[in-house]
Nanobody
Framework: VQLQASGGGLVQTGGSLGLSCVNTGTIARINRMGWYRQTPGKERELVARINSDGSTNYADFVKGRFTISRDRAKTMVYLQMNNLRPEDTARYYC?????????WGQGTEVTVSS
């Protein structure tokens, strides 16, 4: 499993961005796919995840603004981010979880200007 994230950038408050993460490596039995974010000096935190059965979980601070989705083959995961706020500024990481292993992408920067 090798993950490549893309889609970050600079956007104004209230704007939108869409992040993508693709598995360019071996196709594996993926159970869960998610997005996390991290800012300097803080721990990485969960933003959203989509489970094997298609159910989703969101952090309270993104509910109603962000939407996670994936393709049927579980090779790509997306994060549509709307109504972005300056506090959403962070490096966003995708994670694919298998039964006994987790794989992380390299991250993509999101900057929201006020």
């Amino acid at each position: 499993v090798q993950l490549q994230a893309s889609g970050g950038g600079l956007v104004q408050t209230g704007g939108s961005l869409g992040l993508s993460c693709v598995n360019t490596g071996t196709i594996a039995r993926i159970n869960r796919m998610g997005w996390y974010r991290q800012t300097p000096g803080k721990e990485r935190e969960l933003v959203a995840r989509i489970n094997s059965d298609g159910s989703t979980n969101y952090a309270d601070f993104v509910k109603g603004r962000f939407t996670i989705s994936r393709d049927r083959a579980k090779t790509m995961v997306y994060l549509q981010m709307n109504n972005l706020r300056p506090e959403d500024t962070a490096r966003y990481y995708c994670k694919f979880s298998m039964r006994e292993s987790d794989y992380w992408g390299q991250g993509t920067e999101v900057t929201v200007s006020s």
